[in-house]
């Protein structure tokens, strides 16, 4: 938990406070708890976009006996359907098929899938960016000071800059992964049937 920690620590140093020596002390600390909540808050927006780390695609969940295909909502922050047809949604726990109105599913399922993961095991451009972000919420809600509040959103800035070069490094992503960019490629497409 050393990275949670120092995470706490930079949130608590925006407000003029002591950092913490272990992740024990922050349950004693009025400051360190707010921080706690307010990083806890933030990493859950942050996950919630949906990062090449914590996405899965074409994950297959099948049906138990019963028909129904438990999810974990603790761990699962965005889940949709693969095949963009279907409509699925989680609800009480359970993928539920909003076209049909039920639970009951009678065979498994493709969906996409966007995780929570701990703070420790989140790659480290994410995890500045995650706690550059949070403390300067954190620093806002608890202070308000603007001076110091502008000088945080540089760094924010700058954090998300390293995070959108680390997610484009790791994504290998080309222009082909794009439909509506393809599509402007693709020469046999042809929307307005121009003779040819």
Request: proline share 4%.
């Amino acid at each position: 938990m050393k990275k949670y920690l120092d995470a706490i620590n930079i949130m608590l140093q925006t407000i003029g406070e002591r950092p913490l020596e272990t992740i024990e002390q922050v349950s004693d600390s009025y400051e360190a708890t707010i921080a706690d909540s307010v990083l806890e808050e933030v990493k859950l927006e942050v996950l919630a976009q949906g990062w090449r780390f914590n996405t899965d695609y074409n994950w297959k969940m099948s049906p138990d006996t019963s028909g129904y295909i438990a999810v974990a909502s603790n761990n699962i922050l965005v889940i949709d359907p693969t095949d963009r047809r279907q409509d699925y949604i989680l609800k009480d726990s359970k993928l539920y098929d909003r076209g049909n109105q039920t639970y009951k599913f009678t065979s498994p399922v493709a969906c996409d899938i966007t995780w929570n993961v701990e703070f420790d095991d989140i790659p480290y451009p994410v995890q500045y960016y995650i706690t550059i972000r949070a403390a300067r919420k954190y620093q806002a809600r608890f202070i308000g000071d603007p001076t110091q509040h502008n000088y945080t959103l540089q760094d924010e800035m700058d954090a998300k800059r390293t995070l959108m070069m680390y997610e484009s490094d790791t994504g290998d992503y080309s222009i082909f992964d794009s439909y509506s960019s393809f599509k402007v490629i693709d020469r046999r497409f042809n929307p307005l049937s121009i003779g040819g």
